[in-house]
């Protein structure tokens, strides 16, 4: 299939003028050739979807998930973040086996594009990183995956690597996946958090990622008993930490930022560090909230993320959006984060932590074809205004009707084409099952 | 119909022992005659609605909607409080015929019973409250209504009453409504707020509701510029003044309570007075976030409400019910508002709001039949856990399958079955075309 048209929908293209359009979007071998309008196939080798009643824009982009989590839903609620990676999700990624990773990873993948999200930066757990990779292949989405790296002397037993090693299954990694298909699969390097790894682990991630110009994936400052450890190690805060080690730059994103200084900010800001804003998980791991508008004010680069199914617990884009949305009015005012600019985080400030700025987060000719078409019909969207407002606001995972990906269809008319939803769901219990008997 | 059966499913009761059972649930002339085992119809007038699969519960409460506000979703975006109501809410409503109000209740309603919330405490505008209760009556969702009451000098041209009509309108609607449709619809006085109706208004409707037995909505402390107003009028705070007035008890329920001192909580929770907390509402329209916990610590009823479309957009009681859930924790720790308790207040906390806790909020026996089945297949809730972990964090309104009211079924496999929902659709949308041409 060499042409797509997705045939006549309203267009929210996210394009430096905030354009509205109508009519088509057409891709030819993967990329966008022509927004709004009407377009003939120019070969005989197309296929036509129709988005009449539907508003069609860029997939969404969540620059944190962990889809390796996604068995462990709903079995680590009410928790605060170190009772929850040492009580429940540390044990949990430990005892998880090959198979066990792989229904994880298609569940998650299979989800996150039914509800319109095209792209990820993903962290898996230490092994089996393969898997993951394999099912972002098999499901169609477009991810930067990297295995988490846990080389501290207090990290658990079943988790616990060398720094060698890690660095070593970091590189296999790279070599295998970085680029794959057709360059929709990435890998970046996972550090899980300043406190499961050496200096030495770090250092070296630093000055590997930009040899190879591979990115960084990391956590830092969402809680405040973690930042008490990372100063009684370091004597300093995350960010500095990082500055230190060489972990700063365009090249990675950190999740969460919940308590951040000014001056680590400004840091943040004046490397081209991306922070992933993760409200749900901040907000049910009690974190606190992420003060994004100070981000925003400081010039840093914002993107959004639903973090893990034990956190959330739904990998849900527009559940996301619509939080930050409304998370940041009362403390800054109610033009806080309208609607066009949170529509904007979670599309093109994705695209940026992801480093594909210039490849999604927009329809615009040249980019490639991720392209999601939300059905405005559902009532709760009735009557329809500004497709800005719909997006932020009233729109839901399960409106989204089509979804293509690299201008290739993954989900039409709600139905997951690149794998069978039936076959995920059992692959996924039957795993639980023997995770959680 | 005379029996109803919800066969097969997983029971969440949230009855007194927080039993979850499986098997049936059935109603005999609307009541709830049998909660799990196995059930055979007794007469060979019966409807049994295939419910494996699904998590089985009452339907949700929401205790403060506005139904007729809907045709303004997202013509509202961004304002605070008080210029959204001067500004939009109010001219809105102000332009409202009978035909606008119709469509708009009956959009609402549709949303509403497809979304999984059977209850409604709903506040209308000034004029053509009928046309709701005709929504309301004809959609088979259970609501206690009011038409709002504005006597105030300052209030707008177009809403503006006198106060002997404001008495002799709601007294109309009451001889008219309350108790109608088997006691399905009730009225409620509804003084929108202390700002919009004089001291004589107010302190006839404390009388006339004991009188009458008929209960009090409104919304009080909602929002900083507000409280000001009122103290400037009172020398003293919302709640106070409703205890001068004669306008607390447990027949009275206030949307929002975000400001309260320790003073006006210990009134609510002695006075037995109900608090309807709106967590999209309040953040959307900067209006902070209500001490939900020391409410609860308090001793306070608490239920919880989407509020209108144009401040939320959407009235969903699940994401109403999610945000609850998480709003809380990060201020008072990760076990604050465990899935249990949100749940509760999301069902028998909107029960005893609406003055029906012996009748709806729980399946038990002798309760009326007001139950959803919610559809466990979705990847968003797999692997399934916990029941109140997979109601609190992981289900979606659009997961709803059945919906019963009064033993009725009024939603069968995702479809309304007593609006043609295209009509509803049309109706709303021509009338929202008129009023923002």
Redesign the interface.
């Known amino acids: 299939m060499s042409e797509l048209v997705l045939r006549g929908g309203t267009i929210l293209t996210i394009d430096p003028q905030h354009r509205v359009l109508s009519g088509d979007v057409a891709c030819k071998d993967g990329a966008i050739i022509q927004v709004g309008g009407s377009y003939t196939p120019t070969t005989s080798d197309y296929q036509i979807v129709d988005c009449a009643g539907t508003l069609v824009m860029p997939g969404l982009v969540q620059a944190h998930v962990h889809t390796v989590q996604t068995?462990a839903?709903?079995?680590a609620?009410?928790?605060?973040l170190m009772?929850?990676l040492r009580g429940v999700i540390w044990p949990y990624e430990g005892s998880l086996d090959a198979e066990a990773a792989g229904a994880a990873g298609e569940?998650a993948c299979?989800?996150l594009l039914?509800?319109g999200t095209t792209a990820i930066l993903d962290m898996a757990t230490v092994h089996h990183t393969d898997e993951i990779f394999r099912a972002a292949e098999r499901s169609g989405i477009r991810a930067t995956i990297g295995k988490a790296m846990m080389d501290a002397p207090d990290t658990p037993a079943s988790l616990r690597e060398s720094t060698a090693s890690s660095l070593a299954e970091s590189d296999k990694l790279i070599k295998r996946w970085h680029g794959a298909a057709d360059d929709r699969l990435r890998y970046a390097y996972a550090p899980r958090f300043v406190l499961s790894c050496t200096d030495e682990l770090l250092r070296e991630v630093g000055v590997q990622s930009k040899a190879r110009g591979v990115r960084i994936h990391t956590h830092a400052s969402e809680n405040r008993g973690e930042i008490e450890l990372v100063r009684q190690r370091f004597g300093k805060d995350n960010i500095d930490v990082f500055a230190d080690l060489g972990l700063l730059g365009d090249h990675v994103c950190i999740a969460h930022g919940v308590h951040l200084s000014a001056a680590e900010r400004a840091l943040l800001a004046k490397t081209g560090t991306h922070i992933c804003h993760c409200p749900?998980s901040?907000?049910?791991?009690?974190?606190?909230?992420c003060d994004v508008p100070a981000l925003i004010a400081a010039g840093v680069s914002v993107a959004i993320g639903a973090d893990g199914a034990p956190c959330?617990?739904?990998?849900?884009g527009f559940l996301e959006l619509r939080?930050a949305?409304?998370?940041h009015?009362?403390a800054?005012?109610?033009?806080?984060l309208?609607?066009p600019e949170v529509v904007k985080l979670a599309t093109l400030g994705g695209a940026a932590a992801l480093g594909l700025a210039d490849k999604i987060g927009s329809l615009e000719v040249g980019k490639r074809g991720d392209v999601i078409a939300i059905d405005l019909?559902?009532?709760?969207?009735?009557?329809?205004?500004?497709p800005w407002?719909?997006v932020?606001?009233?729109a839901?995972?399960?409106d989204v009707r089509h979804v293509a990906v690299d201008g290739r269809v993954v989900v039409r008319d709600r139905a997951l084409q690149t794998l069978d939803?039936r076959t995920?769901?059992d692959r996924?219990?039957s795993a639980?099952?023997r995770l959680?008997p």
């Open positions: 068995l839903r709903g079995r609620d009410d928790l605060e009772d929850w569940l299979a989800e039914l509800g749900s901040n907000l049910k791991l009690a974190s606190g909230v959330n617990n739904n990998l849900d939080l949305a409304l998370l009015k009362h800054h005012g109610p033009r806080t309208p609607a019909s559902p009532l709760h969207q009735v009557p329809s205004s500004s407002s719909v932020a606001y009233a839901k995972a399960c939803v995920v769901r996924a219990v639980a099952k959680f």
